[in-house]
């Protein structure tokens, strides 16, 4: 199982310590360090920055949402930074939620989001193999354009630029059964939002068509401490929010993910604290169990112990969310 470092996306402003970490990351031999996006930062950008001063360690988009691009953009993107950096860009997309996608991105959240996801990848990889002009009969992302208000004279195009490999690896964040499923067939990895060392049974069905080589890369809020308590509190605060506000009362994909886990009741709680204004106890209502079982969070033999459940299973990369240095040298100790 490699390593990954992820950095999420920024708040208020960009943090001082990222680089800093991905270059100790980058030392202690992680394998790749990941950015992301919400409403606020972009993924590339922050990549680019520690692309040019770092050398070795992959750099990942988890996730780059695939409403703030046209897929030809985000190629555009991955193929740029794949040559800036001799090779090292991994390409983690996300279609994200209805809020976001309509009330951000300004666009109608699809009615299928399994065929738009697959016209995305589709014209991606179109992009990066550049075998021939783009072209896709798509219901989400036709190309050439050729609806009732276009010119009429768009023309099939392959990229200027020569990619420097076709096969950069494409992985989806995906939360529903389904989207899984069709993640295992059509991507070269999965970005789980929340995984449990305990609970590989909620997704295996879902991945019964992946190939030999298939990447599976959760994340984990990692922290070494004394307290478990303490540390589990950020862990639940993350949770809080992406399971109370990260989407509407009536489709919120997060909730609905961590109710098929096990917590149906306590994410619907949750749900209405969060919706109801009541934001601090809607993070006191998550269950400690399950902020602990999918982070590592404790002690140093703690971590070790829990380490080794997540290592046994079938996850390729774990992407560590680190909040010091400290933590990064310890698990890497442990990885070893």
């Given at each position: 199982?490699?390593?990954?470092?992820?950095?999420?996306?920024?708040?208020?402003?960009?943090?001082?310590?990222?680089?800093?970490?991905?270059?100790?990351?980058?030392?202690?031999?992680?394998?790749?360090?990941?950015?992301?996006?919400?409403?606020?930062?972009?993924?590339?950008?922050?990549?680019?920055?520690?692309?040019?001063?770092?050398?070795?360690?992959?750099?990942?988009?988890?996730?780059?949402?695939?409403?703030?691009?046209?897929?030809?953009?985000?190629?555009?993107?991955?193929?740029?930074?794949?040559?800036?950096?001799?090779?090292?860009?991994?390409?983690?997309?996300?279609?994200?939620?209805?809020?976001?996608?309509?009330?951000?991105?300004?666009?109608?959240?699809?009615?299928?989001?399994?065929?738009?996801?697959?016209?995305?990848?589709?014209?991606?990889?179109?992009?990066?193999?550049?075998?021939?002009?783009?072209?896709?009969?798509?219901?989400?992302?036709?190309?050439?354009?050729?609806?009732?208000?276009?010119?009429?004279?768009?023309?099939?195009?392959?990229?200027?630029?020569?990619?420097?490999?076709?096969?950069?690896?494409?992985?989806?964040?995906?939360?529903?059964?389904?989207?899984?499923?069709?993640?295992?067939?059509?991507?070269?990895?999965?970005?789980?939002?929340?995984?449990?060392?305990?609970?590989?049974?909620?997704?295996?069905?879902?991945?019964?068509?992946?190939?030999?080589?298939f990447l599976i890369a959760p994340m984990a809020r990692a922290r070494v401490c004394d307290d478990v308590a303490e540390g589990l509190?950020?862990?639940?605060?993350?949770?809080?929010?992406?399971?109370?506000?990260?989407?509407?009362?009536?489709?919120?994909?997060?909730a609905d993910l961590m109710a098929r886990m096990g917590y149906e009741e306590e994410a619907r709680r949750i749900q209405r604290l969060f919706l109801d204004g009541r934001r601090e106890e809607a993070v006191l209502a998550v269950?400690?169990?399950?902020?602990?079982?999918?982070?590592?969070?404790?002690?140093?033999?703690?971590?070790?112990?829990?380490?080794?459940?997540?290592?046994?299973?079938?996850?390729?990369?774990?992407?560590?969310?680190?909040?010091?240095?400290?933590?990064?040298?310890?698990?890497?100790?442990?990885?070893?």
């Amino acid at each position: 199982m490699r390593l990954g470092l992820a950095l999420g996306y920024w708040g208020r402003g960009p943090s001082a310590d990222h680089v800093p970490l991905a270059q100790e990351a980058e030392r202690l031999g992680y394998d790749s360090v990941w950015t992301a996006e919400s409403w606020g930062s972009d993924a590339f950008t922050p990549l680019t920055w520690i692309a040019a001063r770092t050398s070795r360690i992959k750099l990942g988009t988890a996730v780059a949402q695939m409403a703030a691009r046209s897929p030809t953009t985000t190629a555009m993107h991955a193929l740029t930074l794949d040559h800036l950096s001799g090779g090292r860009a991994m390409l983690g997309l996300g279609l994200s939620g209805p809020q976001v996608v309509e009330g951000w991105y300004g666009r109608p959240f699809p009615s299928s989001p399994l065929t738009a996801t697959r016209e995305y990848v589709d014209v991606v990889r179109q992009v990066l193999r550049r075998e021939a002009p783009v072209a896709l009969d798509g219901r989400y992302h036709p190309l050439p354009y050729g609806g009732p208000d276009g010119t009429g004279t768009g023309k099939a195009l392959k990229s200027i630029t020569h990619p420097l490999r076709a096969g950069l690896p494409v992985l989806l964040g995906a939360e529903g059964p389904k989207n899984i499923a069709q993640t295992a067939r059509i991507a070269d990895g999965w970005l789980p939002l929340y995984w449990s060392p305990s609970r590989t049974e909620v997704y295996e069905a879902s991945l019964t068509d992946a190939p030999e080589g298939f990447l599976i890369a959760p994340m984990a809020r990692a922290r070494v401490c004394d307290d478990v308590a303490e540390g589990l509190l950020p862990v639940k605060a993350m949770l809080g929010f992406y399971i109370g506000g990260m989407g509407h009362a009536r489709r919120n994909f997060h909730a609905d993910l961590m109710a098929r886990m096990g917590y149906e009741e306590e994410a619907r709680r949750i749900q209405r604290l969060f919706l109801d204004g009541r934001r601090e106890e809607a993070v006191l209502a998550v269950p400690d169990a399950f902020a602990d079982e999918i982070s590592l969070v404790g002690p140093r033999e703690r971590i070790a112990e829990r380490l080794e459940s997540w290592r046994k299973g079938p996850v390729t990369d774990l992407l560590v969310l680190a909040p010091d240095p400290h933590t990064l040298r310890v698990l890497a100790e442990l990885n070893s």
